[in-house]
């Protein structure tokens, strides 16, 4: 498997699935890796390479095929968009098979800036141009596997692509991960959870807002931020004003391990999942929190985004809103919070990582055998 970020910061966890997924089913598994340094470990059974990150374009890339090309490998597994780039390389020089494992609309997201004050500007000419590089890319693929289903509908027009989406595995986030400590921190409390950073230009300022107008109606809930920070510049001095009296209502968590997430969920109230419709793949995604908080039986608001959409309106698990609308937010976590009891009986059936992995072995049997 060839990764186009750090493996380890943040730990990339559908490599890290998918590859443990392969090594258990009896492949011999190496992750290849930019890191900040050059090594080799072994982590959980699967063999890493790191490759040490140049500050010189394309020095980074003629490492990694470097190491991917004295590998003598069966098949090449690239995620996101670089990898897909390298695999032009390695088909001509290896004749070998290779999956695409694409987690993104790549030419929306790159061709799109988010600013500060929320400002988006989109350049057509890169999306166009993204578009165009990965079709050439596409040319050497054997199989695509993507996340969402709008991105299934787009590629498999040209290549056999399949949907795996990001469930968690069960062993990490279900309703049983209990943990006394979070839940004497929580004691008393209406809890509120957004999992993951919160930067300003995200929108997020919206959700800050509305956790202040629930202050007003409950004056002890509880705002975590679990696995990040909310960071200091870009605010308005609205929400700089929020940040700074109602500190009490903050709990605000740093770094936390992937594995050690759940807890801070499954003793939670309500999940936030908010993404602004800035761009296509924003209007497309499904976020890993999604499913995490799923999985921990937490009652999501989350925006009213088609892909989002289905999935709530499916599992009856949380209700939808208008993620520019700091009012209409607030509505509906107070809503949650005050019939917790109903949103508790919907709890659904979780959707897991090992839902995933039948169709992961099936398609690593048919590209080897063939």
């Known amino acids: 498997m060839i990764c186009d970020r750090d493996f380890f910061k943040p730990f990339d966890q559908r490599v890290w699935k998918e590859a443990i997924t392969l090594k258990n089913t009896g492949y011999d598994i190496h992750i290849i890796t930019p890191h900040s340094n050059s090594y080799t470990k072994e982590i959980d059974g699967l063999v890493v390479h790191c490759v040490s990150k140049s ?41 070998k098979k290779i999956i695409w494992d694409c987690h993104e609309d790549y030419p929306s997201l790159i061709s799109t800036k988010i600013r500060l004050n929320g400002d988006v500007t989109s350049k057509p000419g890169l999306e166009w141009l ?13 199989a695509i596997i993507t996340v969402v289903p709008p991105l299934v509908k787009r590629y498999k027009r040209i290549k056999p692509t399949f949907l795996i989406p990001n469930f968690p595995k069960s062993e990490l986030f279900n309703q049983k991960c209990y943990s006394n400590d979070v839940k004497n921190i929580y004691l008393n409390r209406k809890v509120i959870v957004y999992q993951g950073g919160i930067k300003a230009g995200r929108g997020l300022g919206k959700l800050l807002l509305a956790v202040e107008i629930i202050i007003q109606k409950i004056p002890n809930v509880l705002f975590v931020v679990v696995g990040g920070e909310i960071e200091d510049s870009g605010w308005n001095n609205q929400v700089k004003t929020f940040l700074n009296k109602n500190k009490n209502n903050l709990l605000i968590t740093g770094w936390v391990e992937h594995a050690n997430v759940a807890p801070y969920l499954v003793h939670a109230d309500v999940g936030v999942v908010l993404n602004r419709a800035t761009h296509y793949n924003n209007l497309i995604g499904l976020p890993n929190k999604l499913y995490e908080y799923m999985a921990c039986g937490l009652p999501v608001v989350a925006s009213n985004m088609p892909q989002m959409a289905n999935v709530i309106k499916k599992h009856e698990c949380g209700i939808l809103v208008d993620p520019e609308n700091e009012t209409n937010i607030a509505e509906a976590i107070l809503k949650i919070l005050y019939n917790q009891n109903t949103y508790n009986e919907k709890k659904k059936k979780e959707l897991n990582w090992e839902m995933c992995e039948k169709s992961l072995k099936k398609i690593y049997l048919e590209l080897l055998k063939k």
């Not at 993204?130 to 054997?142: A, K, M, T, V």
């Open 55 to 95: 500050n010189i374009p394309g020095v980074t890339a003629l490492k990694i095929l470097n190491c991917a090309l004295k590998g003598n490998y069966d098949l090449f597994h690239c995620h996101e968009i670089d990898p897909l780039l390298y695999s032009i390389i390695l088909k001509f020089l290896t004749g």
């Open 130 to 142: 993204i578009s165009l590089i990965i079709r050439i890319g596409l040319l050497n693929i054997s």
